[in-house]
Structures are given as C-alpha cells and as structure tokens.
C-alpha cells in the first residue's frame, strides 16, 4: 500500500521541475540511511566459460531497495552516490560483500568460482583501495585470484603515473584487472600498452549491434582477437539471444555473461544455479 501510494506521488511529482529536484533532495537524504538501513544488496549475474560449459564466476551487480521506490538500478543512484562522497564506504560496503559470499562459495566447496567487482573512479583513486582488499581478503581467508575489479576505461585515463601504480598495487594484491565497456571509452589502446591488465569484457553494445550494424561483427571479432593476441581473458557481457553466443563461440570467445544464461542472482540464487549448472550435488 504504501509502496503504491509512494510511486503515485513520485511520479506526480517528477511533472514540475521544482518537484523534480526536491524528489532528487529526498533521494539523497534517504542513500545516506541507506547503508546503515540495510537497504543495499548485491546481486551476482554468472559468467560461463564455453570451452567446459562451467559457471565459472559471477559479477557483483549493486541494488537499492527503496522503501517506497522499490529496487533501484545502480544507474539511479550510484551517480549520486558519486556526486554526494557516499561512494566510498558504499563501493566498502561491496568489497566486503563480495568477500563474505565469495567466502560462502567456498565453503560449499564451490572454490572455483570467482567475483568480479565494479569499481567507481573515486573508489580507484582512494589511497587505501588494495589495502582493504587484501585485508579483506585475509579476513575471509579468500585467495586473492578469486577477485577481479573492473574498472571502466574512463576511470583508466584519468592520469597515467597514478593508474599505473594503482593497477601495480592492485596486482602485487593478486587481484586481477579487467577493462569493463571495452571500446566505449574515449581512450585509445595505448593503455593497454602501459598497464598491467588481466581482462576485456565486450561491451554489450557491440552485441545488440551485431543485429543492426554491418560492421559489428568486424568490431567484436577483432575485440575477442586482441584479448587473444594479448593474452588477457575475454568475458562478453550482455549475450541474450542464440545468435550472440553462436557467434561468439565462433569466435572463441571464453566467458559469456548475460540474460542468455541469467539475470543478476541474489546469493542464495546464484548458489543454487551454480550447484545445478555445475551438478555439484
Ligand atoms: P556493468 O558493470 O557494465 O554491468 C553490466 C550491466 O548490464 C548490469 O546492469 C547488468 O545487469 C546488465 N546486463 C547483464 N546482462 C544483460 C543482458 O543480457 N541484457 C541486458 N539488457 N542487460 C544486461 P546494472 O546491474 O544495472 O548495472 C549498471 C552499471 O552500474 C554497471 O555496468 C556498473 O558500471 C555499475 N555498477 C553496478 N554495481 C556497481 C557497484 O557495486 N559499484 C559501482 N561503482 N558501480 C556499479
Ligand atoms: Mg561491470
Ligand atoms: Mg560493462
Ligand atoms: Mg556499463
């Protein structure tokens, strides 16, 4: 009931400017009870690789569920949280997660599957960042090859000597680094020349392009080659019909992530498709 009443006047609201920004203000003062409400929850999307037909590890996606707005994609409130400095003890808050349920899958004997994490641009530029993770890490007892941190390519090119001495932070952690949205960014492929880099993930653009443009498939081939000559692991996200994965099979592409498979899991979920697709009884 009062979930309706609550989306009714939101959207009342949202006609007028004025309303629109005081909607924004209300939003902002409920993301900073959010954390401590426990109203944050992550959600884990699998990724499969295709040569054992195997999940072998899973995304962690953030929600918000809202009180009165129901669950919150992360491009409604991570901006904000950006904007207002709560994304660092929010992007905390995940690492800890994802070590708790990656800790979890460990003991389920589920020991081979590994966690991806995003990373916001603040969060990367924090001094502390592969510090809390590796104390993280011990903390679960976890081996530090079961996390990846994907940065986007515009946290990538914010200064070259920092990023380059994060990243050899992050790498002497033993974490892995993967360059999410590849090709989206405005950088050019030098970076790739310059840091120590782990992972491509196929940007899911470039897929739904492969219906609608003629030069997709160039663009995507040549994306899972680079991975290749490179020697990094390629991950495509965002594979949703038949098509995408036949044609990234084709192209040997290893790690499918998407709709195909399964939406974003809560944990619980995430555990009981890994025991089925996996058959671990
Ligand atoms: P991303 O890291 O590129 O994540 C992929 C997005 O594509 C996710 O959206 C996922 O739910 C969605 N997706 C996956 N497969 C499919 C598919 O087959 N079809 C369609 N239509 N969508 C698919 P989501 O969860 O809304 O996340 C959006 C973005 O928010 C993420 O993009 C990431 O940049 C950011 N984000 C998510 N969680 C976190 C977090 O914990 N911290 C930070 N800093 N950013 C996060
Ligand atoms: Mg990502
Ligand atoms: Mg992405
Ligand atoms: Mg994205």
Redesign the pocket.
């Known amino acids: 009931q009062v979930k309706k009443l609550g989306r009714a006047n939101y959207q009342f609201f949202s006609e007028s400017l004025h309303k629109d920004s005081r909607r924004q203000l209300s939003l902002e003062m409920d993301l900073h009870k959010a954390l401590e409400r426990n109203e944050l929850v992550?959600?884990f999307?699998p990724q499969i690789d295709q040569t054992r037909n195997r999940v072998v590890g899973a995304?962690?996606?953030?929600?918000w569920q809202h009180p009165v707005l129901g669950t919150l994609?992360?491009?409604k409130f991570?901006p904000l949280a950006e904007k207002m400095g709560l994304?660092l003890p929010?992007?905390d808050w995940?690492l800890k997660e994802v070590c708790r349920v990656a800790a979890l899958c460990q003991s389920l004997a589920l020991t081979e599957i590994e966690f991806s994490?995003?990373?916001?641009a603040h969060?990367f530029l924090l001094d502390s960042l592969a510090e809390n993770i590796h104390q993280y890490l011990e903390e679960h007892a976890l081996p530090s090859a079961l996390l990846t941190v994907?940065l986007?390519e515009s946290v990538l090119v914010k200064d070259v000597e920092t990023t380059a001495a994060i990243l050899t932070q992050l790498r002497d952690v033993g974490v892995k680094v993967s360059i999410?949205?590849f090709g989206t960014g405005y950088s050019s492929l030098s970076y790739l020349q310059q840091f120590p880099v782990d992972e491509l993930?196929v940007?899911?653009s470039f897929l739904t392009g492969l219906s609608q443009y003629k030069n997709a498939e160039a663009i995507v081939s040549s994306i899972i080659r680079l991975a290749k000559d490179l020697g990094l692991k390629i991950v495509a996200?965002?594979?949703?019909t038949e098509q995408q994965l036949s044609f990234l099979r084709a192209k040997e592409c290893s790690i499918i992530?998407?709709?195909?498979y399964a939406?974003?899991l809560e944990a619980e979920a995430l555990i009981a498709f890994i025991k089925t697709f996996n058959r671990v009884l």
């Open positions: 992550l959600h999307q995304e962690a996606l953030i929600r994609a992360p491009d991570i994304i929010i992007g995940v994490i995003n990373i916001s969060q994907e986007t999410d949205d993930k940007d899911r996200e965002g594979v949703e992530q998407g709709y195909y939406k974003p």
